[in-house]
């Protein structure tokens, strides 16, 4: 009897994708923008990069659009970490909320016996948690009973309880939706400050690219430091 073949290996699982948080050809633009402001002002092509209008006063405006930029950058990245770390603190604080309304709900059950209707108005044993919204409107009219309510052994100190941890759980999602805006605007921005830069650091290539010629393998080098081909003309 023939024997049974051998089972391939497992075909390897593919990395997971992480999303950045902003578009990486925009670091590398800014990146590159940097590098080449860098070069054109080095002292031996300072005088002929002057001649083609990439001087020093231009120099300086492109820097500053650069660290504009870099600034934005940080301001999208961060905004972004910043609502990551905030969906952390809900979790938390929304079991903080829940454990601070079960102090409310197990007396409740201790006053009103299964089947009377008045548990309702705790909310004993109904869904609430998966949204937030509907927890957020339960705690309220939660605390709204226990204004004309009392329930046995429950404190001063359990209802405050419970309010305060319904305002943390309410801040946070100001906190989480601060951090998208601000991530998300800078974002806009920065995609219009990227194209602005890029251009400007294509002027400073072919402006290189006519003081260096392409045809003159001398050059091969300098136009190396410009990033631009050593034996070919810029498009």
């Known amino acids: 009897m023939p024997e049974n ?52 006063a231009w120099i300086t405006a492109l820097n500053a659009k650069i660290t504009a930029a870099q600034a934005l950058l940080n301001t999208a990245t961060g905004g972004t970490a910043d609502k990551a770390t905030a969906t952390r603190d809900e979790e938390k604080l929304k079991e903080d909320l829940l454990s601070a309304l079960r ?5 409740a059950k201790r006053k009103y016996k299964p089947n009377n209707p008045q548990r309702q108005k705790y909310f004993i044993n109904a869904n609430i948690a998966d949204n937030r ?11 709204l009973t226990l204004a004309a309510d009392t329930l046995p052994g ?38 219009a400050k990227i194209t602005e ?9 072919y402006a290189a690219d006519v003081l260096w010629p392409a045809d003159n393998p001398a050059n091969a080098g300098i136009r190396g430091e410009f990033q631009i081909p050593p034996d070919k003309a810029l498009a």
């Open 103 to 107: 102090q409310v709900q197990q007396r």
């Open 197 to 205: 830069i890029a251009d400007l650091r294509r002027e400073i290539q």
């Open 154 to 191: 429950l404190k001063p100190a359990h209802k405050t309880a419970l309010e305060a941890a319904l305002a943390a759980y309410k801040a946070i999602q100001t906190v989480q939706t601060s951090a998208q805006v601000d991530a998300t605007g800078a974002r806009g921005q920065l995609e």
């Open 133 to 143: 919204a509907t927890l957020e409107e339960a705690v309220d009219s939660v605390l």
């Open 5 to 56: 073949p051998p089972t391939p290996p497992a075909a390897p699982a593919k990395p997971k994708r992480t999303r950045s948080a902003v578009n990486q050809a925009w670091v590398a633009e800014l990146t590159q923008a940097g590098e080449l402001v860098t070069v054109a002002s080095k002292t031996e092509y300072a005088t002929q990069m002057a001649d083609e209008e990439i001087d020093a």
